[in-house]
T-cell receptor, first 114, second 115 residues
Framework: AQSVSQHNHHVILSEAASLELGCNYS??????LFWYVQYPGQHLQLLLK??????LVKGIKGFEAEFIKSKFSFNLRKPSVQWSDTAEYFC????????????FGSGTRLSIRP | KAGVTQTPRYLIKTRGQQVTLSCSPI?????VSWYQQTPGQGLQFLFE???????NKGNFPGRFSGRQFSNSRSEMNVSTLELGDSALYLC??????????????FGPGTRLTVL
């Protein structure tokens, strides 16, 4: 069955701490991978995406993610978080065909202590 | 360029009623997808429309339906509302289908409350 697992439901960090949010997926075939962020009161927006090529992908606001095919993982990282990174983060996957459906993880709520 | 817009932003209905939600995609985008977001189930894919045709469908009952017009605007209809339909309904648009390499841009959502 197709699924995306985000094991951390709520992460609390202090400013300047390093961040890593886990994402594992189960999806047949070649995949596209995404991280979306939803800041309080704002739209869901794309942080970064992986389609092919370099498995280390850099996104907006200093975020990056690494695709490890053998582990079916696409973890999100940031070396030093800021209070403004407080948000909910969603990992998502879809396949490379026009009939593919995008599957979202359940989300990880990130709270940053100032 | 204007973003994805959804109307109305908030809606309160009672069980058994039906509701229609509207989504206007970014200009030039031809694909519109709908999602249901709830605290318990997270974000779940409802359906995707491209060039006025439903191209993909999630695992929702037939009470959930949609359509897309020639200007790419889309509507979603839920008939015979149930309490469990209370959710944030998100619309996303992209240039082409979700399986292609285009980014989906999300609207602010319509918050539906069923009493």
């Amino acid at each position: 069955a197709q699924s995306v697992s985000q094991h951390n439901h709520h992460v609390i960090l202090s400013e300047a701490a390093s961040l890593e949010l886990g994402c594992n997926y189960s999806y047949g075939g070649t995949v596209n991978l995404f991280w979306y962020v939803q800041y309080p009161g704002q739209h869901l927006q794309l942080l970064l995406k992986y389609f092919s090529g370099d498995p280390l992908v850099k996104g907006i606001k200093g975020f990056e993610a690494e695709f490890i095919k053998s582990k079916f993982s696409f973890n999100l990282r940031k070396p030093s978080v800021q209070w403004s990174d407080t948000a909910e983060y969603f990992c998502a996957v879809n396949g490379r065909s026009s009939a593919s459906k995008i599957i979202f993880g359940s989300g990880t709520r990130l709270s940053i202590r100032p | 360029k204007a973003g994805v817009t959804q109307t109305p932003r908030y809606l309160i209905k009672t069980r058994g009623q039906q509701v229609t939600l509207s989504c206007s995609p970014i200009s030039g985008h031809r694909s519109v997808s709908w999602y249901q977001q709830t605290p318990g189930q997270g974000l779940q894919f409802l359906f995707e429309y491209f060039s006025e045709t439903q191209r993909n469908k999630g695992n929702f009952p037939g009470r959930f339906s949609g359509r897309q017009f020639s200007n790419s605007r889309s509507e979603m209809n839920v008939s015979t509302l149930e309490l469990g339909d209370s959710a944030l309904y998100l619309c996303a648009s992209s240039l082409s289908l979700a399986g292609d390499r285009d980014t989906q841009y999300f609207g602010p959502g319509t918050r539906l409350t069923v009493l």
